[in-house]
């Protein structure tokens, strides 16, 4: 949670102040008006376009319906629409900046959490466990969040509670993996069925590179590998990854460590997922999809060969949907393979499950549904050690 200044407003002739939290580190908003149900969606909507953030001070369900009549005027296609965008880059850079945008008008709709994360609103809910698994314990402060945010972290609340299931770790019930608020959730299974499936060079260790709900390092040790090592550097994703390993009954198997990409050591298996798209992340959720300047997928490739026991074999799981976008070229990721004196010995591809790569209203349909996931089996050039 970020260290920004209290959020200070007016309202009934005093000025109050409370802690802002913002999961995307954003500023606490200028210019903020207490408001209840008496305001229209389009009154809202105008408000919060123009950059006002709106406090709640009504029932909360109310408050709720307010978000979504807002989220309809954001959707809403324009009378005369756009130029169609010369490339698919434009158009995937473009509807970023819409998603941004919208994302920037509904989060002005504001509610304030007392010291304890309840809410002193009619009809609000008990947020205070979701709060607590989200941001620590209370500290007896008041805070002010958008309401947005506190939904996805009801949202984030109930994936952790239930668990998502992964076939690629055999049968139920033994086989849920239990996301943390901010880890990318396990949802698309397509990775995890190929590295289900990929031959393995060595069951004796194997390196998991950014391991985030530690749900590779799972599968590898369900397949049989003795020891796994999954690193990360995000604290959510650490304790995310520790707290799967318990509960899978993997603790003798899998070790958890804090590491900016690679552990010390070699090791015959060592596999990365790295974030698809070559794009700046606006949130911290986000690093598991943009990876800014492919950052981490160029350092995976480069320490790779350094971090190969002989005849060890890297595996990098990656979709091709940056090429598709115009983000990344093919010959790109060939070059960076080879410069790292690396070579491709084998690759494994799977089309994408994902109802996305169906739908042909999504902005990025034409490129979704092109995209292939792959399982790149790489080893180290010239003569092993």
Request: hydrophobic share 40%; charged share 25%; net charge neutral.
């Amino acid at each position: 949670m970020n260290e920004a200044p209290p959020i200070e407003w007016a309202e009934d002739g005093q000025q109050r102040s409370a802690r802002w939290r913002s999961e995307a580190a954003l500023p606490p908003p200028r210019r903020v008006q207490a408001v209840d149900d008496t305001l229209p969606a389009d009154a809202a909507y105008r408000l919060a376009s123009e950059g006002t953030a709106l406090l709640w001070r009504s029932d909360f369900h109310n408050a709720r319906q307010l978000l979504q009549a807002m989220a309809r005027r954001a959707d809403r296609k324009p009378r005369k629409p756009a130029a169609a965008p010369v490339t698919l880059s434009e158009g995937f850079h473009l509807h970023r900046q819409a998603q941004g945008q919208r994302a920037r008008v509904l989060g002005k709709v504001l509610v304030e959490l007392e010291g304890d994360y309840s809410i002193a609103l009619p009809r609000a809910p008990d947020l205070r466990a979701a709060c607590q698994q989200a941001w620590g314990p209370p500290d007896g402060q008041p805070s002010v969040a958008s309401l947005r945010e506190l939904l996805g972290l009801v949202g984030a609340f109930e994936w952790r509670r239930r668990g998502v299931e992964i076939p690629a770790l055999g049968p139920p019930p033994g086989n849920r993996i239990h996301p943390h608020y901010g880890v990318f959730s396990p949802v698309r299974g397509e990775y995890l069925d190929l590295v289900a499936a990929a031959p393995l060079p060595s069951t004796e260790l194997a390196f998991d590179i950014g391991t985030g709900t530690g749900v590779i390092a799972a599968v590898l040790a369900r397949r049989g590998v003795h020891r796994v090592i999954a690193t990360d550097q995000d604290p959510r994703a650490l304790a995310c990854a520790r707290e799967n390993v318990v509960r899978l009954g993997l603790r003798d198997r899998v070790e958890v460590l804090e590491a900016d990409l690679f552990p010390p050591g070699r090791a015959p298996l060592v596999v990365c997922n790295p974030p698809w798209l070559p794009a700046r992340p606006s949130s911290p959720i986000e690093h598991a999809i943009y990876d800014e300047d492919s950052r981490m997928l160029r350092g995976f490739l480069a320490g790779l060969a350094d971090h190969l026991a002989p005849q060890g074999e890297g595996w990098l799981i990656l979709s091709d949907l940056a090429e598709h976008l115009g983000l990344r070229t093919r010959e790109e990721l060939t070059a960076w393979i080879a410069a790292a004196r690396l070579r491709v010995i084998a690759r494994d591809d799977m089309r994408p499950r994902h109802p996305k790569a169906q739908d042909p209203s999504d902005p990025l349909h034409a490129a979704r549904a092109r995209e292939v996931t792959s399982l790149w089996r790489l080893a180290r050039t010239g003569n092993d050690e």
